[in-house]
Protein backbone atom coordinates (compact mmCIF):
# COMPACT_ATOMS: atom_id res chain seq x y z
CA UNK A 1 0.00 0.00 0.00
CA UNK A 2 1.94 3.22 -1.06
CA UNK A 3 2.16 5.60 1.40
CA UNK A 4 1.88 9.59 1.83
CA UNK A 5 5.80 9.85 1.75
CA UNK A 6 6.57 7.05 -1.25
CA UNK A 7 3.49 9.26 -3.08
CA UNK A 8 5.39 12.65 -2.34
CA UNK A 9 8.34 11.04 -3.76
CA UNK A 10 6.64 10.01 -6.66
CA UNK A 11 5.10 13.41 -7.33
CA UNK A 12 8.60 15.17 -7.11
CA UNK A 13 9.82 12.24 -9.70
CA UNK A 14 7.06 13.61 -11.99
CA UNK A 15 5.97 10.43 -11.72
CA UNK A 16 2.06 11.98 -10.96
CA UNK A 17 -0.38 13.76 -12.86
CA UNK A 18 -1.32 16.72 -10.75
CA UNK A 19 -4.81 18.64 -11.42
CA UNK A 20 -6.23 21.54 -10.06
CA UNK A 21 -9.65 21.41 -8.55
CA UNK A 22 -11.90 24.40 -8.29
CA UNK A 23 -13.45 25.15 -4.91
CA UNK A 24 -15.63 23.28 -3.35
CA UNK A 25 -14.12 19.94 -4.93
CA UNK A 26 -12.06 17.30 -3.14
CA UNK A 27 -9.90 14.57 -4.22
CA UNK A 28 -7.99 11.78 -2.80
CA UNK A 29 -5.77 10.04 -5.13
CA UNK A 30 -3.77 6.73 -4.85
CA UNK A 31 -1.26 5.91 -7.50
CA UNK A 32 1.29 3.98 -9.68
CA UNK A 33 0.51 2.09 -12.00
CA UNK A 34 -3.36 2.55 -11.97
CA UNK A 35 -4.42 5.66 -10.35
CA UNK A 36 -7.22 5.06 -7.52
CA UNK A 37 -9.40 7.92 -6.32
CA UNK A 38 -12.54 9.55 -4.67
CA UNK A 39 -13.24 13.02 -5.49
CA UNK A 40 -16.86 15.29 -4.72
CA UNK A 41 -18.05 18.03 -7.12
CA UNK A 42 -20.31 20.58 -5.62
CA UNK A 43 -23.98 20.80 -7.90
CA UNK A 44 -22.92 23.49 -10.56
CA UNK A 45 -19.66 21.93 -11.51
CA UNK A 46 -19.42 21.78 -15.00
CA UNK A 47 -16.35 19.27 -16.23
CA UNK A 48 -15.23 20.54 -19.60
CA UNK A 49 -14.55 18.42 -22.56
CA UNK A 50 -11.41 15.85 -22.11
CA UNK A 51 -9.77 12.57 -22.81
CA UNK A 52 -7.27 10.53 -20.75
CA UNK A 53 -4.55 8.06 -21.58
CA UNK A 54 -6.36 5.42 -19.53
CA UNK A 55 -9.92 3.77 -19.12
CA UNK A 56 -11.76 5.03 -16.50
CA UNK A 57 -13.97 3.16 -14.26
CA UNK A 58 -16.21 5.35 -12.09
CA UNK A 59 -18.83 5.00 -9.13
CA UNK A 60 -21.39 7.21 -8.21
CA UNK A 61 -21.77 6.99 -4.64
CA UNK A 62 -24.01 10.29 -4.54
CA UNK A 63 -25.71 12.62 -6.12
CA UNK A 64 -26.80 13.10 -9.76
CA UNK A 65 -24.66 14.06 -13.52
CA UNK A 66 -25.19 14.53 -16.72
CA UNK A 67 -22.60 12.67 -18.24
CA UNK A 68 -21.75 12.63 -22.10
CA UNK A 69 -18.81 9.94 -23.68
CA UNK A 70 -17.88 9.08 -27.40
CA UNK A 71 -21.27 11.25 -28.01
CA UNK A 72 -23.88 9.53 -25.84
CA UNK A 73 -25.29 11.93 -22.76
CA UNK A 74 -26.71 9.81 -19.88
CA UNK A 75 -28.03 10.69 -16.32
CA UNK A 76 -25.79 9.15 -13.78
CA UNK A 77 -27.21 8.21 -9.91
CA UNK A 78 -26.02 7.21 -6.65
CA UNK A 79 -25.27 3.37 -7.60
CA UNK A 80 -24.56 3.58 -11.25
CA UNK A 81 -20.88 2.77 -12.66
CA UNK A 82 -19.44 4.08 -15.91
CA UNK A 83 -16.57 3.08 -18.48
CA UNK A 84 -15.00 5.20 -20.66
CA UNK A 85 -12.67 4.21 -22.78
CA UNK A 86 -9.00 5.22 -23.26
CA UNK A 87 -9.21 8.35 -25.63
CA UNK A 88 -12.14 9.16 -25.49
CA UNK A 89 -13.81 12.48 -25.15
CA UNK A 90 -16.27 13.02 -22.55
CA UNK A 91 -17.73 15.90 -20.32
CA UNK A 92 -20.20 15.98 -17.72
CA UNK A 93 -22.76 18.87 -15.37
CA UNK A 94 -23.51 18.22 -11.56
CA UNK A 95 -26.65 18.25 -11.01
CA UNK A 96 -26.78 17.59 -7.52
CA UNK A 97 -23.80 17.37 -5.72
CA UNK A 98 -21.71 14.29 -6.85
CA UNK A 99 -19.23 12.06 -4.67
CA UNK A 100 -18.03 9.19 -6.64
CA UNK A 101 -14.91 6.90 -6.77
CA UNK A 102 -12.99 5.97 -9.73
CA UNK A 103 -9.93 3.77 -11.23
CA UNK A 104 -8.00 4.81 -14.27
CA UNK A 105 -6.04 1.61 -15.80
CA UNK A 106 -3.67 1.95 -17.84
CA UNK A 107 -3.66 -0.54 -21.38
CA UNK A 108 -1.20 -3.03 -21.97
Known amino acids: ?????????AAQAG???L????PGQRADLIGLPAQVGSIHFPAGTILPPTTH???EISFIHRG?????SGGTSATLRAG?????????LHSAE?????????VLLARG
Open 19 to 22: HSLT
Open 1 to 9: MPTLASASR
Open 53 to 55: EQD
Open 80 to 88: DVSFIPAGE
Open 64 to 68: VLRAT
Open 15 to 17: RVE
Open 94 to 102: VVEDVTLSF
